[in-house]
């Protein structure tokens, strides 16, 4: 395949003032593109819309994922301003450990609406506009979809349901030529992940993000990112060492669990999250 030049694209990101929607901005204005910003934050947005060059090449708007009839309002304007929409990253997402158990109910259905509902109604905004130019909608998953964590299974069943969305719904598009993929990065370095480290049920669960949890550069995760979209890829993995993990989860998901999760420390972990409340 051709590569996707991105040079004068419009790109328009949910999530963009968060840890990797500015970096992966900032490397789409580096690649020539033209982007649309959504995010909850009006100041946050304008300063990272300025700092990327302002109106002509960086636009922002207020939008909620939570709501479609925020997001149509948002890709509405996004459109109107540039007058076209090519690509759609949905980058939204929150993030905490936590056991079913403890969870606040409301806690769980957030993660649900955030992470993959809104995944949903970025993409429904998105059809119209992306129609018009054979464009590329990418979601931001997880390797979480593929490697399910104890504690986590709000956030993994979120992720795992944006891989499946994104997987379903490439087959229903791929006879107007729009792309769809899912990014799978591991662990890296973002406020978010600040956060979960911060909390001591966090740190313990993922060893403090050591071993096999241990983070790769937020650079590579970007830089796979954007070769992802020129290769208007249908799944894309960082590292790419982890394609196993990917291709044959049920065979490998005993060998994941006994290197990654020892059920003695596990024991420990859960009194520790019992005990948190």
């Not at 969305?165 to 993929?181: F, K, P, T, W, Y």
């Not at 480290?197 to 995760?221: C, F, M, R, S």
């Not at 394609?243 to 049920?250: E, G, N, Y």
Request: proline share 3%.
């Amino acid at each position: 395949m051709a590569k996707y030049e991105l040079k004068d694209k419009v790109v328009l990101i949910t999530g963009s003032t968060g840890g990797l929607g500015l970096a992966v901005a900032q490397a789409l204005r580096t690649k020539g593109a033209k982007l649309a910003l959504l995010d909850l934050d009006l100041q946050k947005l304008e300063v990272q819309a300025k700092e990327l060059g302002g109106d002509s090449v960086a636009a922002a708007w207020v939008a909620d994922v939570c709501s479609l009839e925020s997001m149509q309002d948002a890709f509405e304007k996004a459109a109107k301003h540039f007058g076209r929409i090519d690509v759609v990253i949905a980058g939204a997402g929150i993030g905490a450990v936590d056991a079913l158990e403890h969870i606040d109910p409301q806690n769980f259905e957030r993660t649900i609406d955030i992470n993959l509902n809104g995944v949903f109604r970025t993409f429904r905004a998105a059809l119209p506009y992306v129609k018009l130019t054979q464009g590329y909608l990418l979601a931001i998953s997880s390797l979480a979809a593929f490697v399910h964590a104890p504690l986590n299974g709000h956030y993994a069943a979120s992720k795992a349901g944006v891989w499946a969305l994104c997987d379903s719904l490439r087959l229903e598009l791929q006879h107007l030529n729009i792309g769809v993929g899912s990014f799978h990065p591991t662990f890296f370095k973002t406020p978010m992940m600040d956060a979960v480290q911060a909390d001591p049920v966090g740190h313990a669960v993922w060893n403090g993000n050591t071993g096999i949890w241990k983070y790769v550069a937020l650079e590579q995760v970007v830089n796979d990112l954007v070769s992802g979209i020129e290769k208007r890829k249908e799944l894309i993995v960082v590292p790419k060492s982890n394609h196993f993990v990917t291709t044959a989860p049920v065979l490998l998901r005993r060998l994941i669990e006994k290197i990654g999760f020892d059920r003695v420390e596990l024991q420990k972990i859960m009194r520790l999250a019992a005990n948190r409340t």
